[in-house]
């Protein structure tokens, strides 16, 4: 079966300009978590939504948001973008039914680069 | 404030010898996973421990789970250039779907 898949790899913006990347979890899979990933911080949680809902949410500040639809892909953005923004942006899904040990499978991420 | 602490940071090690990462928490988990990635691509799971005390061997790979459920660990034997990569360990924050992650050991191992 198809994997998780992220697009665009990879994204170059400007400060101050918006983005939004894409992601499309396994099959059947309704939970979509986002995490930002960077040397100095590792995997930050972002965000996870279940069902088109947040049900998750790190501590990042209000420029990031995300959706879901109902076919469980999700988008998230970022707008205002500043150079700190610059990271690998992973997404992960699972089966999202609260079972704890759950493995989370992952796209290979958005590289993304603000200049 | 990082919930889940990994050490070391950066590990390089030569072909055949062996090593342990560890993974500390002040917190309580109903069970920790370990995930490897390599680079461009995103984590993959290698093991999830559950039990208080459990050992779990994935062939040169053996994990234990502490038995309060605070911390793990991760013993590798005889190390190959193919272990090389970044391991990740996780675990579900407060009873909810939220995955958290430490930071990471990079291990290198030269041939």
């Known amino acids: 079966k198809a994997g998780v898949t992220q697009t665009p790899r990879y994204l170059i913006k400007t400060r101050g300009q918006q983005v939004t990347l894409s992601c499309s979890p396994i099959?059947?899979?309704?939970?979509v978590s986002w995490y930002q990933q960077t040397p100095g911080q590792g995997l930050q949680f972002l965000f996870e939504?279940?069902?088109?809902?947040?049900?998750n949410k790190g501590n990042f500040p209000g420029r990031f948001s995300g959706r879901q639809f109902s076919n469980s892909r999700s988008e998230m953005n970022v707008s205002t973008l500043e150079l700190g923004d610059s990271a690998l942006y992973l997404c992960?899904?699972?089966?999202?039914?609260?079972?704890?040990?759950?493995?989370?499978?992952f796209g290979q991420g958005t590289r993304l680069t603000v200049v | 404030t990082q919930l889940l602490e990994q050490s070391p940071q950066f590990l390089s090690i030569q072909e055949g010898e062996n090593l342990t990462v560890y993974c500390n928490s002040s917190s309580v988990f109903s069970s920790l996973q370990w995930y490897r990635q390599e680079p461009g691509e995103g984590p993959v799971l290698l093991v999830t421990?559950?039990?208080?005390?459990e050992v779990k061997k994935l062939k040169r790979l053996t994990f234990q789970f502490g038995d309060a459920r605070k911390d793990s660990s991760l013993h590798i034997t005889a190390a190959q250039p193919g272990d090389t990569g970044l391991y990740l360990c996780a675990g579900y924050q407060g009873g909810s779907e939220k995955l958290v992650f430490g930071k990471g050991t990079k291990l290198t191992v030269n041939p």
């Open positions: 421990v559950v039990t208080g005390g």
């Open positions: 099959s059947g899979h309704r939970s």
């Open positions: 939504y279940f069902s088109e809902t947040q049900r």
């Open positions: 992960a899904s699972s089966p999202g039914q609260g079972l704890m040990n759950t493995e989370a499978f």
